[in-house]
């Protein structure tokens, strides 16, 4: 089994400043990471996600997050935020060898809701 | 199309009605799953179809009833319920790897009343 805990959770930064929204993750086995967003009255997105090999990936509108195994954590970060990244994130997780019918189970984390000032 | 549709987007009943939740994939998807979200919570798992059985019913009280009729679409038929069972229903495919992602719809809001 595994679970997941976001350390915030409410982030309120301004425009152009640098985030960090904190995962940490518990699991006897290996795990597969992502990083999912939720905009207000919407299904989930996923943002980017670690499966394997480099353990920093980015995503496209310039989040990266880095796979620490020593300390089970899967931080998400940005250099400078925009108006537009308010929103609510979960970390998530899945066993990486999950077979059969187990591997639809993504535990999520509590969810970090990051609202962005002018 | 990398769409998952789900129908209606709001739905209010009554605990007496009988309703029915839909959701529509064409993207060769062999999973789908039925989340519920309560507000400020994460997403907690209901169901796993897998080739259009029944894989994983994470203990979901008989008033929930999933169908898949094909491998496109899922269904979620809704009877009796009690006004804690309102929430934003997500649905979402993948493929059958654990490696793949999952494609979420943007929920049907229901509210039970």
């Known amino acids: 089994a595994q679970s997941v805990t976001q350390l915030d959770s409410q982030v309120p930064v301004f425009e152009e400043a640098p985030v960090e929204l904190r995962c940490n993750y518990s699991s006897s086995v290996s795990v597969y990471l992502f990083w999912y967003v939720q905009y207000p009255n919407q299904g989930l997105q996923l943002l980017l996600k670690?499966?394997?090999?480099?353990?920093l990936v980015e995503s496209i509108n310039g989040f990266e997050a880095e796979f620490n195994k020593s300390q089970t954590s899967f931080h998400l970060r940005k250099p400078s935020v925009h108006i537009s990244d308010t929103a609510e994130y979960f970390c998530?997780?899945?066993?990486?060898?999950?077979?059969?019918?187990?591997?639809?189970?993504?535990?999520f984390g509590q969810g970090t809701i990051l609202t962005v000032h002018p | 199309d990398t769409e998952v549709t789900q129908t209606p987007k709001h739905l209010v009943m009554g605990m007496t009605n009988k309703k029915s939740l839909k959701c529509e994939q064409h993207?060769?998807?062999?999973?789908m799953y039925w989340y519920k979200q309560k507000a400020k919570k994460p997403p907690e798992l209901m169901f796993v179809y897998s080739y259009e059985k029944l894989s994983i019913n994470e203990s979901v009280p008989s008033r929930f009833s999933p169908e898949c009729p094909n491998s496109s679409l899922l269904n979620l038929h809704l009877h009796a319920l009690q006004p804690e069972d309102s929430a934003l229903y997500l649905c979402?495919?993948?493929?059958?790897?654990?490696?793949?992602?999952?494609?979420f719809g943007s929920g049907t809001q229901l509210s039970v009343l």
């Open positions: 993207m060769g998807h062999r999973a």
């Open positions: 998530a997780v899945r066993g990486a060898n999950a077979g059969g019918t187990s591997y639809g189970k993504l535990t």
């Open positions: 670690y499966l394997s090999g480099s353990t």
């Open positions: 979402a495919s993948s493929g059958t790897g654990s490696r793949e992602k999952l494609f």
